[in-house]
């Protein structure tokens, strides 16, 4: 089994900055990439950031200048920094890993832009 941890979410005003962290567990060998997903009410789940385990990354187009994708690979850990959030932001942020056996979810950590 493999289990994602989110944390970091929360309520922040426009111009604002949240921090996202994922931790991986369980039967895990090896990461080909972790990353990060949003899903906005009545939208589809979008890729916003990723991570491969040699360090290259991918950025949706309306996040780039903004946010920034770490990984922390003793630790199995994933994070999202986001600076200068937009209530276009607002959804529910959802880690994926990407392993031998599969890719994995988190549970969703809820970031609200609003003032």
């Known amino acids: 089994q493999v289990q994602l941890v989110e944390s970091g979410g929360g309520l922040v005003q426009p111009g604002g900055s949240l921090r996202l962290s994922c931790a991986a567990s369980?039967?895990?060998?090896?990461?080909?990439?972790m990353g990060w997903y949003r899903q906005a009410p009545g939208k589809q789940r979008e890729l916003v950031a990723s991570?491969?385990?040699?360090?290259?990354?991918i950025y949706e187009d309306s996040v780039k200048g903004r946010f920034t994708i770490s990984r922390d690979s003793a630790k199995n850990t994933v994070y999202l920094q986001m600076n200068s959030l937009e209530p276009e932001d607002t959804a529910v942020y959802y880690c994926?890993?990407?392993?031998?056996?599969?890719?994995?979810w988190g549970q969703g950590t809820q970031v609200t832009v609003s003032s």
């Open positions: 994926n890993v990407h392993i031998l056996r599969g890719y994995y």
């Open positions: 369980g039967s895990i060998f090896s990461i080909y990439a």
């Open positions: 991570i491969t385990s040699g360090d290259s990354t």
